[in-house]
């Protein structure tokens, strides 16, 4: 029998890896062998999973625990599968799917059972993922529609902005002390600088 390995996928820095790699734990794979990656699943360009698949022999075992840590991307996740499986020749255990154990059934049957499940779960993975990116947009909208800005909030004015204003006309201030003295950035500083001029023509 050959290596045994883990992969981890969480879709960002502030999410939490513990509970997969709990699991990948209890199926005995070494720590060494645990490969963890921070990003989304939208497609397979992530560094760790690269040299997870260059490491990767003929007999060896990978363990993931749901087809979505693999990616979110239906047609990218059935590439990759044959890649791993036929190309590579290991055998994957999706954890929380003990249909897709390519270590079971490997008569025809078991094969077709098991690219069915995947073909299944790949496209509820994707699919998933294209109602979340459906989901933020309309709250998004619903959000900009009530009002709520995005972004960071704007420096307020100070009290004295048109003293500034008119020192830094008549150059009596350096754009650098009218900048500190706003405690602006140099495009939000032209920009206010704009809009008061506007009001108070």
């Not at 993931?64 to 055998?91: A, H, V």
């Not at 509820?124 to 990116?133: D, G, H, L, M, T």
């Not at 959000?143 to 830094?168: L, N, Q, Y």
């Amino acid at each position: 029998m050959g290596n045994v390995y883990g992969y981890v996928r969480v879709s960002s820095i502030d999410q939490n890896e513990d509970r997969q790699l709990i699991v990948i734990d209890e199926n005995n794979v070494p720590k060494g062998n645990v490969y963890i990656d921070k990003q989304s699943g939208k497609d397979f360009e992530r560094p760790q999973y690269k040299k997870l698949v260059k490491k990767l022999k003929a007999g060896d075992l990978l363990y993931i625990l749901s087809i979505d840590r693999l990616g979110r991307n239906y047609e990218d996740i059935q590439k990759q599968w044959r890649i791993l499986t036929k190309d590579i020749g290991i055998d994957i255990c999706v954890i929380d799917m003990p249909l897709l154990d390519t270590r079971n059934g490997k008569d025809l049957m078991g094969t077709f059972i098991a690219d069915l499940v995947l073909q299944i779960l790949s496209f509820v993975a994707q699919n998933e993922r294209e109602n979340i990116k459906k989901r933020q947009a309309q709250g998004i909208a619903a959000a900009k529609a009530k009002g709520v800005k995005f972004g960071r909030p704007e420096s307020p004015v100070p009290e004295d902005f048109d003293k500034i204003i008119k020192d830094w006309d008549k150059g009596k201030i350096s754009t650098a002390e009218a900048l500190k003295l706003c405690n602006m950035s140099e495009s939000t500083f032209y920009r206010r600088r704009r809009e008061y001029n506007l009001t108070h023509k």
